[in-house]
C-alpha cells in the first residue's frame, strides 16, 4: 500500500461490486467505511504531491505510449480532495435519507462505486482514449443512480440523460480518431509538444469535436436542456451527488484541455464565444430558477446557472497577461469548490425539506423555519456561498475572477458576474421568504431523523470555512 | 484515394448518418439503434486512419475493442431502460415529456390544495 494511487481506483471498485452482492438496498456501511478509508489515501496523496510536485504511476508497470499513464498534478488534487470531502458527508446522508423509505435505494451503493472509480480515474487519467472510456463508465454509472427510483418521471429522465451523454462521449471519440490518425498517439504528454499553431483541418476539427462532445456533458446552455429532469427528478442523494461532483468532471476535461493540449488552438474569440454562452447560462437559469414551484428543480436550474459562471473563467485566463491569468485561474478553482460544497448542501437542505412536507412544493414551506431551523440554515449559507457574499468561498472567487478582469480590463464580465449574484439571491430569497411565513394551520411536518440534518450542515460549514482555508487549497493547485 | 482513407471516410458518413438519426428520430429503439451506427462508424474512422502503408496498427484496434465492450454495456442499459419504460407508460417514446409531467403533477397540487381551502372554509 505503499502508493495510494491505484488504490484510489481499485477500492471503490471492489466495494461497489461488493455491494452488489449484498443485495438490493445494502452495503451503506460498507460503503462510509471505505469513503474514510479513501479519504485518507486521497489526503496521502495530496501530500505527497504537495512534497514532490507531480506525481505519475504506469499501470501494470508499462509506461506511456506502450502502457496507460496516470498523472496527478496541483488541479487533480484539489479535484480528487473535493470529490472525497463532498462525497464522505452525502454518504452519510443518503444511507440516512434511504432508511426513511421515500425513493426507493436500488442499486445506489454499487453505482456510486462504480461512480466513484470512474470519477478517480477520471481526474488522473494522462490519455485522450483512456479518458472517453472514463467518461462513459461515468456518465452509464450516473444514468444508473438517476434510474434509481424506478418511477416514469426518473426514467424518462435517465434515457434522455443516457442518450445525451452516448452522444457527447461519441462525439468525444470521433475527435480521438482524427487526432490518432494525425499523430499516432493518445498520450497527452507525447501529444502537447505536437500540437502547434498552424495545424491541419483534421486536428481543428479534433478539437471542435472533443469541445462539443464534453460542452454537451457538462450541459453549459445552450445544451442543458437534459440537465433539469435529471437532476431535478433523481433522488434527493443522486442529484446532489451529480450536481455538485459529475458536471465537474466534464469541466475539468475542457479547462485541462485548453490549457495543455489544445493552448495553441485556443484563441481570445473561442474564449469570448465560451464566456457568451456562460452569460447567458447566467441569466436563464437564473430566471427559469426563480420561476420553479419545486424545490429541487429551483436547485437544478440553478446549477445551470452556476455552470455559466466557470465558462466565465475561459476569457479571462486566454491571452492576457501571467498574472490576471493566474488569479483567473485561483478564482476559477475556489468557485468550482465552493459550488459543489454548497450545491450538494442545498439539495441535502432540499432533500430534508422535502421529507418533513411530504410533499415538493415551495408554496407549502411556510413554517419550516421553526421545525427545521437548522435545515434551513443550510439551504441559506448554501445560497449565501451561491451569491457571492462574505465570508463563504463564493466571494473569494467571485472577488478573485473580478478582480482579475478588472486587470486585463474586461469590464464586461464584472458585470455578467454581480448581475448573476444578484439574481441568485433573487431565488434564494424567494425560497427563504416562504419559509419564514408562519405555518398554515392545516400543514403537518414529519419529523426528521437528525442523522439526515447534520451531513448537510457539515457541507455547508466546509465551504464556509474555505473562506478561512482557501490559501491551502490554492498551495494544492500550485504544486502541479 | 488510399484504402484505408476510404474506411475512415465511409466511418465518417456512418458517424454523421448515427448522429443525426439519434437526435431525429423519435422512437427509442431507434435511437439506440442510431447510436450503434453512431459508433462503428468512429470505430471505422479510428481503424481507418491508424492504418499507414496499408499496415494494419494494433493500438487502435485495442482501442476498438474497448469501444465495442462499452457500447455493448450502454446498448444494454439503453434497452433495460426502455423497457421498464415501456412497462410504465406502454410507450416507447418521449411523448411525456417532463415539462407536462411536471404540469400535471402541479394541477395534481393545486387540486389537492383547492380541495383543502374548500374543507377549510
Known sequence: ?480 | MTGALIYACVGAALFVCGVAGLILLPHLLRKILAFNIMGSGVFLMLVGLGQHDNIPDPIPQAMVLTGIVVAVAATALALAFVRRLLYLTSKAQFVANSKSLDQTEEKLITRERNKEGDASK
Open chain 1, 1 to 480: 500500500m505503499s502508493d495510494p494511487i491505484p488504490w484510489l481506483i481499485l477500492l471503490p471498485l471492489l466495494w461497489g461490486l461488493l455491494s452488489f452482492l449484498l443485495g438490493v438496498g445494502r452495503g451503506g456501511r460498507l460503503a462510509i467505511v471505505c469513503l474514510v478509508i479513501q479519504l485518507a489515501l486521497v489526503a496521502l496523496l495530496v501530500g505527497q504531491v504537495v512534497a514532490e510536485k507531480d506525481r505519475y504511476y504506469a499501470v501494470g508497470g508499462w509506461s506511456a505510449p506502450l502502457g496507460i499513464d496516470l498523472h496527478v498534478d496541483g488541479l487533480a488534487s484539489v479535484m480528487l480532495l473535493l470529490t472525497h470531502v463532498v462525497i464522505l458527508p452525502l454518504g452519510i446522508y443518503a444511507r440516512s435519507y434511504f432508511s426513511h423509505n421515500v425513493e426507493g435505494v436500488g442499486y445506489f451503493w454499487p453505482m456510486l462505486g462504480l461512480l466513484l472509480a470512474a470519477l478517480n480515474t477520471l481526474f488522473m487519467s494522462a490519455d485522450i482514449f483512456n479518458i472517453y472510456v472514463t467518461l462513459e463508465l461515468l456518465g452509464l454509472a450516473a444514468v444508473g443512480l438517476v434510474g434509481t427510483a424506478g418511477n416514469t418521471r426518473s426514467i424518462l429522465a435517465a434515457i434522455r440523460y443516457l442518450l445525451v451523454t452516448l452522444l457527447g462521449s461519441g462525439v468525444y471519440l470521433a475527435g480521438v480518431a482524427l487526432i490518432y490518425g494525425s499523430y499516432g498517439s493518445v498520450a497527452l504528454a507525447v501529444l502537447e509538444p505536437l500540437i502547434e499553431n498552424e495545424v491541419s483541418v483534421a486536428v481543428f476539427l479534433a478539437a471542435i469535436l472533443m469541445l462539443v462532445g464534453l460542452l454537451l456533458k457538462t450541459a453549459l446552455f445552450p445544451f442543458h436542456f437534459w440537465l433539469p429532469s435529471a437532476h431535478g427528478g433523481a433522488p434527493t442523494p443522486v442529484s446532489a451527488l451529480l450536481s455538485a461532483l459529475v458536471i465537474k468532471a466534464s469541466f475539468y476535461l475542457i479547462l485541462r484541455m485548453w490549457l495543455g493540449l489544445y493552448a495553441p488552438l485556443a484563441t481570445i474569440q473561442a474564449a469570448q464565444l465560451l464566456g457568451g454562452l456562460g452569460a447567458v447560462a447566467i441569466l436563464w437559469g437564473s430566471i427559469m430558477a426563480f420561476n420553479q414551484t419545486r424545490l429541487k428543480m429551483l436547485a437544478a436550474y440553478s446549477t445551470v446557472a452556476q455552470i455559466g459562471y466557470f465558462f466565465l473563467l475561459f476569457p479571462l485566463i486566454t491571452e492576457v497577461g501571467s498574472e490576471a491569468a493566474e488569479i483567473a485561474m485561483q478564482g476559477g478553482v475556489i468557485q468550482l469548490v465552493a459550488h459543489a460544497l454548497a450545491k450538494a448542501a442545498m439539495f441535502a437542505a432540499a432533500g430534508v425539506m422535502i421529507l418533513s412536507m411530504g410533499k415538493d412544493d415551495i408554496a407549502l414551506l411556510s413554517g419550516i423555519s421553526s421545525r427545521l431551523p437548522l435545515t434551513l440554515f443550510t439551504f441559506a449559507l448554501a445560497g449565501v456561498t451561491l451569491m457571492g457574499l462574505p465570508p463563504t468561498g463564493g466571494f473569494i472567487a467571485k472577488w478573485l475572477l473580478i478582480s482579475s478582469a478588472v486587470s486585463s480590463g474586461q469590464w464586461g464580465w464584472v458585470v455578467v458576474m454581480i448581475l448573476g449574484g444578484l439574481l441568485s439571491a433573487g431565488y434564494v430569497f424567494k425560497v427563504l421568504r416562504q419559509a419564514l411565513l408562519p405555518a398554515a394551520a392545516e400543514m403537518k411536518f414529519r419529523p426528521v431523523n437528525p442523522s439526515l440534518e447534520w451531513p448537510a450542515f457539515l457541507l455547508t460549514f466546509i465551504s464556509l470555512s474555505l473562506s478561512f482555508a482557501s490559501n491551502n487549497v490554492l498551495n494544492i493547485l500550485g504544486a502541479g
